[in-house]
């Protein structure tokens, strides 16, 4: 199984953007037989996909965050990005990246290997 | 959106006991490749990311034991721990697969009695 691992700020305040990375190790973000999601848990809105995305860049987002949700992949560092703009307290949750084995070439498949979580909060 | 419910809220089972946690999908869950139920569940302990035990609906991961089964089709699914351990204090999530956004239940609270 793979290692993923989450990194950025913890800290925000109202209408910054919230920019995570994830580091994966022991995989490659290259393969075509991945994709590679991030997921966040929050106490009034339990587990909420937010979107995934494929080493090509082709991405698939939650239309609940209306907009809001660039997610990149950076082939040459092994890891891919989320960004989520103009945050407000709602946005407080953990954060997580994780990975789906493709089946059939497509990204519906559950979430096979999880990073441990980062908790950013959202706050004046 | 298919909205995921689960009952009970919250469980208390003996150790060694069986353990069954119910999940209810608002409109059939069937992947259009391969007409599989896309019911996944997750097992979270404290502090801990979810682990996935189940998907498919019944087919179990390669790291979950083998006291983790699952069954159900349509909108009715269930995951049962057959001997309750220690280590499966948790809260216990189901997820559908088939229809994007891809969504959860609100999760069972295994306790110990």
């Known amino acids: 199984q793979p290692q993923l691992q989450e990194s950025g700020p913890g800290l925000l305040k109202p209408s910054e953007t919230l920019s995570l990375t994830c580091t994966v190790s022991?995989?490659?973000?290259?393969?075509?037989?991945?994709?590679w999601g991030w997921i966040r848990q929050s106490p009034g809105k339990g587990l909420e996909w937010i979107g995934t995305?494929?080493?090509?860049?082709?991405?698939y987002n939650n239309p609940s965050l209306e907009g809001r949700v660039t997610m990149s992949v950076d082939t040459s560092r092994n890891q891919f990005s989320l960004m989520l703009s103009s945050v407000t307290a709602a946005d407080t949750a953990v954060y997580y990246c994780a990975r789906n084995l493709a089946y059939r070439g497509t990204y519906y498949v559950p979430f096979d290997s999880w990073g441990q979580g980062i908790l950013v909060t959202v706050s004046s | 959106d298919i909205v995921m419910t689960q009952s009970p809220d919250s469980l208390t089972v003996s150790l060694g006991e069986r353990a069954t946690v119910n999940c209810k999908s608002s409109q059939s869950v069937l992947h259009s490749f391969n007409n599989q139920n896309c019911v996944a569940w997750y097992r979270q302990r404290p502090g801990q990311p979810p682990q996935l035990l189940i998907y498919w609906a019944s087919t179990r991961d390669s790291g979950a034991p083998d006291r983790f089964s699952g069954s159900g089709s349509g909108t009715d699914f269930s995951l049962t721990i057959s001997s309750l351990q220690a280590e499966d204090v948790a809260i216990y999530y189901c997820q559908q697969y088939c229809d994007a956004p891809f969504t959860f239940g609100p999760g069972t609270k295994l306790d110990i009695k």
């Open positions: 022991g995989g490659s973000v290259r393969s075509s037989s991945f994709f």
């Open positions: 995305i494929y080493y090509t860049g082709n991405t």
